[in-house]
């Protein structure tokens, strides 16, 4: 499967933005998604994810409350909203995707077995 992320952006403190990660390939539906972010000089964080039914949703404890991850199989897209966002949000945010028959984490880099470029946002205080 091909991700391809967009709709990061510059945006003040307490803005919100909506991040999309278009899928092509295999069908959609057969894949978990989730968001990962990086910080120059830090490593990728995970952000949210969920199942490929979108029965089950994860939120790192950084974002609940503010992001939420949904998903149209019809469109072939994942999307992150995020809401009251602030600076510490700044980074690249990264779409992976992983066979809904994987048990691996969904909070670590190691549970996805693909990925997109990444979309920059930036959020000034």
């Known amino acids: 499967v091909q991700l391809q992320a967009s709709g990061g952006g510059l945006v003040q403190a307490g803005g919100s933005l909506r991040l999309s990660c278009a899928a092509s390939?295999?069908?959609?539906?057969?894949?978990?998604m989730g968001w990962f972010r990086q910080d120059p000089g830090k490593e990728r964080e995970f952000v949210a994810a969920i199942r490929w039914s979108g029965a089950s949703t994860y939120y790192a404890d950084s974002v609940k409350g503010r992001f939420t991850i949904s998903s149209d199989n019809a469109k072939n897209t994942v999307y992150l909203q995020m809401n009251s966002l602030k600076p510490e949000d700044t980074a690249v945010y990264y779409c992976a995707a992983r066979s809904r028959t994987v048990l691996r984490s969904y909070y670590k880099e190691g549970g996805y077995d693909y990925w997109g470029l990444g979309t920059l946002v930036t959020v000034s205080s």
């Open positions: 390939g295999r069908t959609f539906s057969s894949y978990d």
